[in-house]
């Protein structure tokens, strides 16, 4: 009896042992396909993450494009572990995720020098990380494209008609000045409901349409034109007031440059309602941007922006003489855009 049950133990253990070893293998191997499947799918979602991203939460823009050089001291710790890229064209700042599945091989088409071999279309998500904005695809444009858009390049800086202590073509008052920022300012589209309209409550782009905007009606209601001031920055980081109290960060920003008659003479002062609650001098204007780098244009330059690709600057110059960009800019690209971010 005593063998008997000794036998049914010995089976008894070697059951258990038998059961368990294959709840291990089972387990083992359950966990090895389970770790195949979520690695695969991963990599399918970083694969997929920017290409299934739908069109109407991106936007493009055409030109000349390469890595940021920034050696100023306002860098933001944003910036940081990012792949910086700037596209002559618009003001904002983008960055190439490192987690795109073709990040090497844009960062290589972005890279080449000199610059510019050739001009793209650089495709964004309009979801700002951080404020700046990724990058979801880059395309060589066609050569006829590019033959078009090269007019508007160079590899030189155009000759400075005016000079950096250039004058308006006519004085006003600083009550005159006043008034015309007021009026300027009390046409943000988010007040007046209606178009036209100035888009002063976005300011994460644009500026170069809302400063075409103000050029317009400063010549409809003086007579006769102002300038333009253009900003440069390793970026610029400027601070918005209210009602957006945000900060922005742009490659470039522009505004009117008007002449304002004062008791020791004339002086040049900025009309930017973005930026200020009234006129202030170029020199508050550029020191509120944390920059001393500008030029000053005629008022009929739309855009004239530079970037350097680490060995020497390239120019960018456009103009809107019917002012058709503009519209389309103020009324319906940045309309119903708020804050210093696209669609935060």
């Known amino acids: 009896m005593k063998n008997v049950n000794l036998v ?14 294959l709840v291990l293998i089972l387990l083992v191997t359950t ?11 991963n990599e399918i979602t970083s694969a997929e993450k920017y290409s299934n991203i739908p ?18 001291k306002n860098v933001p710790t ?18 190439l995720p490192k987690d795109h599945p073709k990040y090497d091989d844009f960062y290589q088409m972005l890279s080449k020098q000199p610059a510019p071999e050739n001009l793209f279309k650089v495709i964004i998500h309009d979801k700002a990380v951080d404020g700046i904005f990724p990058i979801v695809d880059i395309k060589v444009l066609p050569t006829e494209k590019q033959q078009e858009l090269r007019k508007n390049y160079s590899d030189e800086e155009l000759s400075q008609e005016e000079g950096n202590n250039a004058r308006s073509l006519g004085v006003i008052s600083m009550s005159q000045a006043t008034n015309f920022f007021n009026d300027m300012k009390n046409l943000r589209c988010d007040l ?8 002063f409550q976005y300011a994460g782009d644009g500026c170069f349409a809302r400063a075409h905007a103000m050029r317009k009606e400063f010549k409809a209601r ?10 440069y920055g390793n970026p610029i980081v400027a601070s918005v007031p209210s009602p957006l109290n945000c900060t922005a960060t742009w490659n470039y920003h522009v505004a009117p440059l008007v002449q304002i008659q004062t008791s020791s003479g004339p002086k040049n002062y900025v009309i930017d309602p973005g ?7 170029a020199t508050a204007w550029l020191n509120h941007q944390g920059t001393n780098d ?8 739309y855009v004239y922006n530079k970037v350097y690709n680490g060995l020497y600057y390239y120019y960018y110059t456009e103009f809107d003489d019917d002012y058709s960009k503009t519209n389309v800019a103020n009324n319906i690209t940045y309309t119903f855009q708020s804050g210093c971010n696209w669609l935060v």
């Open 8 to 21: 049914k133990s010995i089976f008894s253990h070697t059951q258990k042992a038998l059961f368990m070893s």
């Open 31 to 41: 966990g090895c396909q389970n770790s195949d499947e979520l690695k695969t799918k």
């Open 55 to 72: 069109v109407e939460e991106t936007m493009s823009f055409e030109g000349f494009a390469s890595i940021a050089k920034y050696d100023g």
């Open 78 to 95: 944003s910036f940081e572990g990012k792949t910086i890229v700037q596209v002559i064209v618009t003001p904002r700042i983008l960055f």
């Open 192 to 199: 007046i409901n209606q178009c036209p309209c100035i888009p």
């Open 222 to 231: 003086f007579g006769f034109d102002c300038q333009k001031i253009f900003s």
């Open 275 to 281: 930026l200020f609650t009234g006129p202030v001098t």
């Open 294 to 301: 500008y030029r000053t244009k005629s008022g009929n330059y």
